[in-house]
């Protein structure tokens, strides 16, 4: 399924192969938390920036809609109208963010919804059922996402505990994908790494899920509130421990910077609010650093957001049009910076590719840092 | 400037000539009040749904990013990125409507800004130099929209200062467009007719300002609170006293219901809120009437809001799927109700010129109702 094309240090060029297509990797994914991308960005506006990949929310679909009716309506592909890969995330990150009072068991989680209150209760099973359910083209194994900081001891129990729920995801996907009704029948399984910042529980767990053959791997618990340089010692210790062969998924990483130093280190797959986020508070990025839109000096600026960017909104409109769209509080400008901030962050991911494959990445990182470094 | 086609009865179907394009009348006009269509739908969006000509608010751009701003960056049309007509009203409605403490002087209107408090003065002269400096293609006359309802006294003796404004307008226009660094030197001016539900005051300030060779006249103080039999009641009376060889505008009007009444009786351009605004609330409007979205019918309806209706949505979206934008609260859902409602309105005026040119106006009427009477 994955492909590795080239190295250039540890970094790492491939290719993954799905039923929804090919993803180019190293891939920034697009978050469509709940089946839409924040600021009013729909799936068509995806087709003309670059988006490889979708990623939804288990929790969110599970709790709204529901992932029956997702099901019903033919899985979310055909429910959001998005023909290339879809990655669900297990919804055990959303248990432990912002659901109400929950119970940790070795069955599951008790939780509350954060819409209505109802008590839910989640374990491998269920959150394996409702990704089948959402049929998205990869589904993230179930895991505590422990908090942080955390004792050594509660740190090596969970994880010991999120390996056990690995071996019934794993199972459940199996039965699941062999069930007549099930719409996506090749739906495939990332595993989640814990630990922390315990690089050798990282490790040993790293190790112990590599047995497992999974279709990818990915990193969890980090950007917890950790410093960015224990998240790339961390990154730079583990990741040799999981499989070259197999896509490495770096979880809710982050910012440009972030995704520079992790692809170094031979991360293959991110994602992150922080182009949509960053987008509704009126900031765009740029290869001049971060811009505040809503800054005075726009005012009168009839440049396009950067100079020479091919996004559809820098393409057409100017800067000082934007700021005054959000100073009026027009929908229309969000719209406007996250399809940019979007379109960026997908831009970047394919320099990268670029870079890696003419074995220049380090110059290119070098060059990119130094550019936004530089402020607007 | 305009060419009558063919008339259905009293129904009009006319073209007319601008310095951005032709407008075919009749025509629905898309309001975009701050220089953008409320539910984040851009200009470029508006080339796809058939919008001829865009309609902006003098008073708000005023207010916000301020007409020497917009005049700096070439004027509303380079500003927002639209090469069709734009019309801009004349500030008038909202001094009446939205602005706070308001003393009326001959003079003109001195008021608070919505926005800041700030004291403001606008007089015939400043409306027509802010338009002149948003450079639309068709300026309105500064006029006092009276309150309803309000006393003979009080009506006879505002439409006589609405008079003496006018007059005071086209001197203004005519030295603006004059001047060498105007950007639109061929503004074209409406003048607007006044008298409330008074026929007998509508019909001389109609003659009275028909005598004035404007570009095109315009019924104002409509829909403000009066019956909808009141209005066409009006219109019917009215209409005959302003130039067949020009274009009638009902300002604010209206339903779909009420805008082929207008038709009927020879009105050319509408405008209204109530595609984005309905749009905004959850409701499509469709030839079965309107459909609230948030409807739980909806919940696992893959048809598209309008079967075999070519707007952008529902070429792609399902109901099921807005509904759940909708109850997400995502504003995607909201983009999708005001772009599909636009379309329907442009489409409808698109239906209604078929039907004129074809002298099947009543019958076309009739089944509109009767569809949209049906209930979805």
Redesign the interface.
């Known amino acids: 399924m994955y492909r590795l094309i080239t190295q250039d240090g540890q970094a790492k060029r491939g290719e993954f192969h799905t039923v929804h297509g090919v993803i180019q990797t190293p891939v920034f994914m697009n978050v469509g938390t ?9 799936t ?1 506006d995806l087709q003309k920036i670059g988006t490889q990949v979708e990623l939804s929310n288990t929790y ?1 679909l599970h709790v ?2 529901g992932d029956k ?1 997702v099901k ?3 899985g979310l592909h ?4 998005w023909d290339k890969p879809i990655l669900t995330d297990s919804g055990g990150f959303q248990v432990f963010s912002l659901a109400g009072l929950r119970k940790i068991k070795e069955e599951g989680v008790y939780f509350q919804s954060h819409i209505d209150g109802r008590r839910i209760f989640m374990g491998p099973e269920e959150s394996m059922q409702i990704q089948s359910n959402l049929a998205s083209t990869i589904a993230m194994a179930f895991d505590e996402c422990p908090p942080h900081p955390a004792t050594r001891e509660y740190m090596q129990n969970s994880v010991d505990r999120t390996t056990r729920w690995l071996e019934r995801c794993i199972k459940e996907m199996k039965r699941l994908n062999e069930l007549p009704d099930t719409i996506n029948k090749k739906q495939m399984l990332f595993g989640i790494n814990q630990g922390g910042t315990f690089a050798d529980i990282r490790i040993e767990h790293a190790k112990r899920i590599s047995e497992m053959d999974l279709d990818g791997y990915a990193l969890g618990g980090l950007a917890v509130g950790e410093s960015h340089e224990e998240m790339y010692d961390i990154i730079e210790k583990t990741v040799p421990y999981l499989p070259l062969e197999k896509p490495t998924y770096l979880m809710g990483v982050g910012t440009p910077a972030n995704i520079l130093e992790a692809v170094e280190r031979g991360v293959d797959f991110f994602d992150c609010v922080y182009p949509s986020r960053n987008g509704r508070h009126g900031h765009a990025y740029t290869n001049h650093g971060k811009m505040n839109l809503l800054n005075a000096r726009y ?2 600026d ?1 440049r396009p957001m950067e100079e020479g960017c091919q996004c ?1 909104v820098c393409q ?3 800067r ?2 934007i ?3 959000l ?2 509080k ?7 910076l996250v399809t940019h901030n979007l379109y960026f962050y997908n831009k970047m991911m394919e320099e990268i590719r670029d870079a890696i494959e003419h074995h220049r990445f380090k110059e290119y990182k070098k060059a990119k840092l130094e550019g936004m470094a530089q402020g607007e």
Chains 1, 2 share one sequence.
């Open positions: 709940a089946a839409a991308i924040k600021g009013a960005v729909s068509m969110h709204r809609p009716v019903q309506l033919g055909k429910f959001m109208v005012e009168l009839d559809p057409t409109y100017s000082a049009y700021r005054h769209l100073k009026a027009e929908m229309l400008g969000l719209r406007m």
